[in-house]
């Protein structure tokens, strides 16, 4: 079965850190783009960051850019997003989601996405 699993979320007080992971199982991760996105109830999917298959190219939105961080290890199969100095605004459902097209330099149409994964929530709050 081909999927992807994210983890790492949980509740953080605002300026912590957090580092979300996304571990694809049944397919290699190598030959696909990954982007982050984030959906709060009651808000439209927003894209956070992408990463292209070879590690070279990413992209974050303005609202998180200084502060995220995406990257990825080919060979644990698994991308990452660290998110530092987090807000409040960013508390939402995070999700990760793999496509075998080229979707940089602007990776936010999720239309482009072939899998994704069942989120993981994030709750920025004192």
């Known amino acids: 079965q081909l999927q992807l699993v994210e983890s790492g979320g949980g509740l953080v007080q605002p300026g912590g850190s957090l580092r979300l992971s996304c571990a694809a199982s049944g397919f290699t991760l190598d030959y696909y783009a990954i982007g982050w996105f984030r959906q709060d109830p009651g808000k439209e999917r927003e894209g956070v960051s992408c990463i292209s298959s070879s590690g070279g190219s990413t992209n974050y939105a303005d609202s998180v850019k200084g502060r995220f961080t995406i990257s990825r290890d080919n060979a644990k199969n698994t991308v990452y997003l660290q998110m530092n100095s987090l807000k409040p605004e960013d508390t939402a459902v995070y999700y990760c989601?793999?496509?075998?097209?080229?979707?940089?330099?602007?990776?936010?149409?999720?239309?482009?996405?072939?899998?994704w994964g069942q989120g993981t929530q994030v709750t920025v709050s004192s």
């Open positions: 989601a793999a496509a075998s097209v080229a979707v940089l330099p602007t990776c936010w149409d999720s239309d482009q996405y072939d899998y």
